[in-house]
């Protein structure tokens, strides 16, 4: 009955006019209504003289037929370029479009099956505003919408609640939400409450809680503003070109559950696919399926989120099917899950570089030739048959995909240029050199710097090791600002490019190397405030040449990441480190 | 009486304090949280605003002073990474470590009675080498390494019992979880127990009551079980008292192991993260539970004995 009511109400709506054939299809596939039906229901519904126009809006991707509401092409629009972009974005959008229409057959329509995630940790706050893990994202990002979704196979930006996106003027965008979604305490999904939550994440703090900027000052944020129901528009100080990065990983929120003053460290609110049932603190969190998504349920009816430390008792856990998913499976432990029959594991080169920093004002690694030694120094596939089981490549670029340098190659494995470079830089063999390397935050850390110190001895140096605990690495040796000559780190995980560039910039607060070079700090200024896709590649580009020609860093690898998974479960892993269990489904 | 119990009161008091002024100190020195808390590219501005924003910019003594002061009112501050009262987060963790610990210590006692008897009893053979062995084994495996064997063993080997965590709230979800923590928490003291047992019971048998009573005619396991174990267990159970205690703490390292959702994961996990009020707080929470049934015990004692009172 109610299903029929809201086909009803649909067909009422597409009389009116004023729906756009995104929202149409979208309206439709939750209801569970296949291209060619909805084409009959429109024909039943219209006179006869309109017919053929009827199923020409349902199956047509040309663009012509799109609503006259898009933003004005002018000639003289100072942001042509992004107009173009938007074309092309419309047409992707209709190629989207068809193909969801063609999944709409297999859109769940009802939600069953409990999954069950093992991460390392609990979550500390699930308030979006304060969150500061990836744990907490995981969770985050089922029981809220993102404003912008990251497409798990290119990486690029696509539209989730946020379904369409206009750049006003340089410091001004608009964005429009989805019409019909609602938030979990039965309030609208509208701009009012769009402009509450960007108001919201600009202020100094929340409450009495450690504030952590998530789209604030720093990224040009200076206020929203309501335009219509569903259209709201962010103005910024300056130009904030990743905009739709941040907005990727940036939960839209209800007002009432958010106040202004007050974190909501343990009952979110959202407008997501799955509702919040309970947090029982470091022991599990669970989800239920959201029947009236504006995108539909989910596939799976239960989420259940675990927090278990131990590697292998997750591993464990998997194999006796007590779990579904679970994170950081150890190299080490990668075969014994790719041999059980009823596990698997999804592995992805991640988006966290991997490096040795190389203090620049410490000699004599003030010369780039010396810099330019270490890295043919690495030995990387040695690393990566010794300690992680074959995976993981040297780094290319420390900018990861979409917007990685294509035609840049890893340093090569040369010992003899190596050695020959230090020599034309008059380095002596046996200079003495201190590198600091962290244990127990990164994949095999203290291991994989174990290996390249010794690498770096057997070219000539004779490196101090000195391995610190996490806490104490990240608690004390970083902030005092002076780590050693060398300094093993991983810097993760955006991919907006602007960012990963960003990690070796002087001013990048994380950024110890004192790395100096006038070409790179007037490009990257350019960088910052471009808002053209093309220049902003051709910007990218050459300042990963530059990286790479400079090296500030002895680049090691993408960090992999493994997760382990049910075979009967369809899931695959992300490169930007989000579980999406939105879209996974139990194959039996 | 009454300056008796002012005077252990007082020592509790100083127990107290000195407990919180070594936590305090060890976590001023441990390391700067407010790194950890920010955003990777906070500005050095920020930073300094968080830290200033948390009263982590103050002399230690001043912090020191502040949280003895919420202390007394039962304030212990608001986790720095979880924004909640310490004081309830950790009564929240209480219930799941005070199952862990009964349950090991009811595995300890019903287990170790029975073999020390047997050991005592069969003396020599067999069964006391078979079971001193084990009871020396149990002593000598440390709690980490009988945890993970326990797990490759019944949970991936036979895959009998699952591995981490409490389960679901259904009863034989939460037993089924429950095994193998216990079993690994209760173990050492499974083997003290035993080898007390053993020992003290060996000790009574060689008593003239006990050969009165085997003169009498009366059978050898009354003779064990209604004169020579109740005496015997004397001595044990005043260990075993203390062993409660040690057990909670124990919990730290078995909590980790099996992702059990108790206070000593929190703990782990506050250091872990750097949360000074929670870490402090939740130590001196414990110490404060174990110094107050310490002093309920002492003021027992006082009570029941008169010789206590008047040393």
Known sequence: ?588 | MTQYIIRRILQAFLVMLGVTFLVFIVMFQAGDPVILMASPDASAEEIENLRRNLGLDRPWYIQYADFLGGAVQGDFGNSLRQGQPVFNLVMERIPATLQLAASAFVFSVVISIPVGVISATRRNTIYDNLAMGFALLGQSLPVFFLGVMLIWIFGFVFGWLPSAGRGDPDFVSRMRHLILPAITLGTFSLAQNARLVRSSLLEVLGLDYVKTARAKGISEYHVIMRHALRNALIPVVTVIGIQFGALLGGAVITETVFAWPGIGRLLIQAINQQDFPLAVGAVTIIALIFVVLNLIVDLTYGFLDPRVRYS
């Open chain 1, 1 to 588: 009955m109610e299903n029929r009511r809201s086909v009803d109400a649909l067909m009422n709506d597409v009389m009116r006019g004023g729906l756009s054939r995104r929202d149409l299809l979208k309206r439709a596939a939750v209801l569970g209504i296949t291209g060619p039906t909805l084409a009959a229901l429109i024909a039943a519904c219209e006179d006869d003289d309109t017919d053929d126009s009827a199923d020409d809006a349902v199956v047509d991707t040309d663009d012509d037929d799109e609503p006259a509401a898009e933003p004005d092409t002018d000639d003289e629009d100072p942001m042509e370029t992004d107009d173009e972009e938007d074309d092309a974005e419309m047409e992707e959008e209709d190629d989207a479009e068809v193909e969801e229409d063609d999944d709409a057959d297999d859109a769940p329509t009802e939600s069953e099956g409990r999954l069950v995630l093992l991460q390392g940790v609990d979550s500390n706050t699930l308030d979006p505003l304060v969150r500061n893990s990836v744990p907490e994202s995981v969770v985050n990002r089922h029981v809220f919408d993102m404003m912008t979704w990251r497409n798990p196979d290119t990486l690029e930006i696509e539209p989730l609640v946020v379904e369409d996106w206009t750049i006003v003027d340089d410091n001004t965008w608009e964005f429009k939400l989805v019409e019909g979604g609602q938030f979990h305490d039965g309030s609208p999904v509208n701009s009012a409450a769009a402009v509450h939550t960007v108001e919201r994440s600009i202020q100094d703090t929340i409450g009495d809680s450690g504030r952590v900027h998530q789209f604030g000052p720093q990224n040009n944020v200076e206020s929203a503003e309501e335009v219509d129901e569903y259209t709201f528009r962010i103005n910024t100080t300056a130009p904030a070109p990743i905009m739709l990065d941040l907005m990727a990983t940036f939960e839209l929120c209800p007002i009432d559950p958010y106040p202004m003053d007050e974190e909501n460290v343990d009952q979110p609110v959202g407008s997501g696919k799955y509702t919040f049932v309970e947090w029982v603190r470091d022991d599990h969190i669970t989800l239920e399926a959201n029947p009236d998504h504006w995108d539909g349920p989910p596939p799976i009816q239960e989420i259940v989120i675990r927090p278990v430390p131990e590697d292998s008792s997750r591993v464990i856990a998997l194999q006796n099917e007590e779990a579904h998913i679970i994170v950081n499976v150890p190299p080490e432990l990668v075969p014994q899950v790719e041999e059980a029959d009823n596990a698997r594991i999804s592995d992805v080169e991640g988006g966290r570089s991997i490096f040795v920093g190389i203090r620049n004002d410490i000699e004599p690694f003030g010369d780039v030739r010396v810099r330019q030694a270490l890295n043919y120094a690495l030995d990387f596939d040695s690393i990566s048959a010794a300690l992680l089981e074959g995976f993981g490549e040297k780094m290319r670029t420390i900018v990861n995909p979409p917007n990685d340098h294509p035609d840049l190659e890893a340093y090569p494995f040369d010992p003899e240029r190596a050695r020959s470079l230090l020599e034309e830089a008059g380095v002596e063999e046996g200079t003495r050199v201190v590198m600091n390397a962290p244990r127990g935050r990164y994949i095999k850390d203290d291991e994989i710097a174990e290996v390249v110190a010794q690498q770096f001895r057997d070219v000539g140096f004779d490196i101090d090791l000195q391995i610190l605990d996490w806490s104490l690495y990240a608690g004390e040796l970083l902030p005092s600002g002076e780590p050693d000559a060398l300094y093993f780190l991983g810097l993760g995980s955006p991919f907006d490019g602007q960012s990963e560039i960003n990690y070796v910039n002087p001013d990048y607060s994380l950024n110890y190397t004192r790395w100096e070079n006038e070409e790179y700090v007037e490009l990257f200024a350019t960088l910052r405030e471009t808002l053209d896709p093309d220049e902003r590649q051709d910007l990218m580009y050459r300042l990963q040449e530059i990286i790479q020609e400079e090296c500030p860093w002895v680049f090691v690898w993408k960090q992999y990441d493994f997760y382990g998974a049910a075979a009967n479960l369809e899931w695959e892993a992300r490169a930007d480190e989000a579980i999406v269990m939105t879209h996974a489904r139990f194959t039996d």
